[in-house]
């Protein structure tokens, strides 16, 4: 199965609004999880909304959250305003996102699924320079030392504020699972030979607070799956599927998920990774590689007998010119299943 909530949306007569209207957007994803013959309902991978919500708490407008970007410290009643425990409404898509919720819930045989971006993926869309501040606070330079590690850090420790009172509200609304999206725990942010050389980097900015996001969802009893597209280095996979034991892991293409079978273990599910970001283009992904690679990947992950799940390596976005080409290649894929089976 594709994630592929936003090529349904996109039949919509009109999108946007359905985006923004719960019980549109809940039939949406109902016809997602009927159109591939799935009991999970994965929603639109909608990764704005946290920060609008979350800058939504000190006045900025969700027009300009995009891009609204902090370029120096925090001062604390800015920190205590985007970090406190007082109630602010929900932004048009997140109260959309949890109504949906509440209609899938009621569908006896679909399985609720609710969706936020990471803590740590979040911090670096806070910031105006995130691989800066990530790069020194690699090399160990300490937050009073550096305003960009400062910077960091409270914008880390705003971020995990954000999801998880996005996490907690989905909780409420009949999530059963949440899939956390941490795009940006990569090699482009986390440097590998920093990691080699020691430093604990990864384990603060990534680990640490996905961790306590974990403790969170298993306090609530609501599973964790865990989704990474980005490029991971082997003790990245590993501490993901070991340590926050999600119950599926979602990553790139870029993975050969039967060589990281070995390091998962055997009820973590495998889950994707055809390149669907180059389904829009015959030239780069002609269907005969959808299929080729489909078939590939089915039979090394039979081989390696490790639970696993076909699917797409991060959600499919609908192109509209690209629109045929990219339905083309999610159907070769899910007949390549078919035969399979």
């Not at 420790?157 to 009949?174: C, D, P």
């Not at 306590?212 to 490029?231: M, Q, S, V």
């Not at 790139?252 to 180059?278: E, F, H, I, M, Q």
């Amino acid at each position: 199965m594709p994630i592929g909530a936003d090529l349904v949306l996109h039949e919509e007569p009109d999108p946007e609004n359905a985006r923004n209207d719960g019980a549109a957007l809940g039939r949406v994803i109902e016809q997602t999880a009927r159109r591939w013959n799935t009991p999970l309902a994965i929603p639109l991978m909608d990764l704005r909304l946290e920060k609008i919500d979350l800058l939504a708490r000190i006045g900025i407008s969700a027009r300009d959250a995009e891009t609204h970007h902090f370029t120096s410290p925090l001062d604390e009643s800015t920190l205590s305003a985007l970090c406190g425990e007082h109630a602010t409404p929900f932004c048009l898509g997140s109260i959309a996102r949890d109504q949906a919720l509440n209609y899938i819930a009621a569908i006896p045989d679909l399985f609720p699924i609710g969706m936020a971006i990471g803590p740590f993926s979040l911090a670096t869309r806070l910031k105006a320079d995130p691989i800066a501040g990530t790069a020194l606070a690699g090399r160990g330079t300490a937050p009073e030392d550096s305003a960009d590690v400062l910077l960091l850090l409270q914008c880390l420790r705003a971020a995990e504020s954000a999801v998880l009172r996005s996490v907690r509200s989905q909780i409420t609304h009949g999530a059963r699972a949440i899939m956390i999206c941490e795009p940006a725990a990569c090699t482009a942010f986390i440097s590998p030979r920093q990691l080699r050389a020691g430093s604990k980097i990864f384990e603060q900015l990534v680990m640490e607070p996905n961790l306590r996001l974990k403790a969170a969802l298993d306090a609530a009893g609501c599973d964790l799956i865990f989704h990474d597209c980005g490029e991971l280095i082997d003790p990245m996979v590993e501490a993901f599927a070991t340590r926050l034991h999600p119950v599926i892991l979602s990553l790139g293409s870029s993975r050969k998920l039967w060589l990281d079978a070995r390091l998962v273990p055997a009820d973590v599910v495998l889950y994707g990774n055809l390149p669907t970001k180059s389904f829009y283009s015959d030239g780069a992904m002609p269907v005969e590689e959808v299929v080729r690679r489909a078939t590939e990947l089915l039979a090394n992950m039979k081989a390696c007998a490790h639970p696993h799940i076909l699917g797409s390596e991060c959600d499919v976005l609908n192109v509209p010119e690209a629109r045929p080409a990219i339905l083309k290649k999610v159907d070769a894929m899910m007949a390549v299943t078919a035969t399979s089976d």
